[in-house]
């Protein structure tokens, strides 16, 4: 599976962006995750494929929301009120297989990876 990731860019605090991710074929679970400077890999979202099961980060929950296309494979990510902590690489994430709950914030969990997109908070 390949998995495109676009939508980074620069922001101010407070502001909105919105990540999208194409999958080259069916997934099952998709995420995103988020690396800042001198940290390591975060979990930020990620959802199932009925759409139904949607699942966040603490530092994000009510600030982003994920969703998805089954019919396109995609993955979007949409970030409202954002701070500048929020600046990272934001990476896609997926797995052909149905991730189980206590493990999938956990990128192991991941088979596949996208390229990363920059995303910018200014303060």
């Known amino acids: 599976v390949q998995l495109q990731a676009s939508g980074g860019g620069l922001v101010q605090a407070g502001g909105s962006l919105r990540l999208s991710c194409a999958a080259s074929?069916?997934?099952?679970?998709m995420g995103w995750f988020r690396q800042a400077p001198g940290k390591e890999r975060e979990f930020v979202a990620a959802i199932r494929r009925s759409g139904g099961n949607t699942y966040y980060a603490d530092s994000v929950k009510g600030r982003f929301t994920i969703s998805r296309d089954n019919a396109k494979n995609t993955v979007d990510l949409q970030m409202n009120s954002l701070k500048a902590e929020d600046t990272a690489v934001y990476y896609c994430a997926a797995d052909p297989n149905s991730v189980i709950v206590s493990m999938i914030r956990d990128s192991k969990s991941y088979g596949y990876w996208g390229q990363g997109t920059l995303v910018t908070v200014s303060s």
């Open positions: 074929r069916r997934t099952f679970t």
